[in-house]
């Protein structure tokens, strides 16, 4: 496993991939939100020459909140390894379901289910 090397970046030194293959724009807002609350918890991954690797909706989404530099990991990529790495870091989040009766425990507990309906569909809480 390689080390991991995380570097302070200015946000507007950061570039998006040209082709990222994600539609994102539905996402910006909910992970904005997610930020505001939680704080910035996830590094975006970038190349040695500050391109977006994996964490194009988290860059939206600090652009939108104003911030001016970040923690970002650095990783030194051939052009394939990145691609694949792109790929992979998007289509695994999608091959997990939930467990709902899981996650109904869970969001009976917070004392604000409120706070939760940005990252849920109206009728996914009822």
């Known amino acids: 496993m390689k080390d991991v090397q995380i570097e302070q970046r200015k946000l507007d030194e950061i570039k ?3 082709k990222n293959p994600r ?3 539905k996402a910006i807002d909910a992970v904005k939100d997610s930020i505001e609350e939680f704080g910035y918890n996830v590094p975006i991954v970038i190349d040695t020459e500050n391109i977006i690797i994996a964490g194009h909706t988290r860059y939206k989404a600090l652009q939108k909140l104003g911030v001016r530099e970040i923690a970002c990991v650095v990783r030194d990529l051939s052009e394939e390894e990145a691609k694949r790495f792109r790929i992979a870091d998007n289509k695994t989040g999608e091959l997990a379901d939930w467990d709902e009766d899981a996650v109904k ?3 009976l507990e917070p004392d604000d289910i409120e706070g ?3 990252y849920f569909e109206d009728t996914e809480l009822d």
Request: zero cysteines.
């Open 16 to 18: 998006p991939y040209w």
């Open 23 to 25: 539609n994102n724009e």
């Open 105 to 107: 425990y869970e969001l």
């Open 116 to 118: 939760m309906t940005a």
